[in-house]
């Protein structure tokens, strides 16, 4: 059976475990195992705290190592990008050489989000033809969905990103683009 990682900034969620395991029930309902979930045996009992990020840190990467494909949510988190973590854990199953795919809850592209949420529109060409901000910072253009080495990493794996535009209200929480995902690997890896 098809283990999968789910990757995301769902932890950080006010209703961040039931929306895990709603994923996670999504991913049996297509035929496939997903992964123990992140920090599940991982309590806090004071202390230092750089140490069991560390520990929380690793315990990922080991769920990593046990997974065969990975599914990150790169909706846009605190920001015009994806989850730091997320894009993490993405690079690294992509080194191991596992598939992986990715979805985002918005469908503008990148240099759209960049261009309108971060410069406010407040951007002009350059000298090169290239768009820039006000600060003279060149917006990557490639009608992806973030940076080109997300998109290009997921591309080369055989993977592939869903885009789907969900109410502002479900951005976080809308599961549609995901659920594609599942039915995708359903098919093309497990022909259903």
């Known amino acids: 059976m098809i283990r999968v990682y789910i990757a995301g900034p769902e932890v950080f969620l006010p209703e961040g475990f039931a929306q895990v395991e709603r994923k996670r029930a999504l991913c049996r309902q297509y035929g496939m195992e997903p992964s123990a979930r992140q920090g599940d045996f991982l309590k806090y009992e004071g202390g230092d ?3 069991f990020g560390t520990m929380i840190s690793r315990h990922n990467e080991e769920l990593m190592d046990a997974s065969d494909i990975v599914i990150a949510n790169l909706t846009p988190f605190r920001g015009v990008s994806a989850d730091p973590g997320t894009v993490y854990e993405l690079g690294y ?18 240099a759209t989000r960049v261009a309108q949420d971060y410069y406010g529109g407040d951007t002009r060409p350059a000298e090169t033809g290239r768009l820039v901000g006000p600060d003279g910072l060149m917006i990557e253009n490639h009608e992806m969905i973030d940076n080109l080495m997300i998109d290009g990493g997921i591309a080369r794996s055989g993977g592939l990103v869903i885009r789907h535009e969900a109410p502002p209200e479900a951005r976080l929480t809308d599961l549609t683009a995901y659920e594609a995902c599942l039915a995708r690997i359903a098919e093309t890896l497990l022909g259903r």
Do not use: E, L, S
């Open 49 to 51: 705290k750089f140490t």
């Open 93 to 110: 199953m992509v080194a191991r050489g596992a598939r992986a795919f990715g979805y985002t809850n918005t469908a503008r592209p990148y």
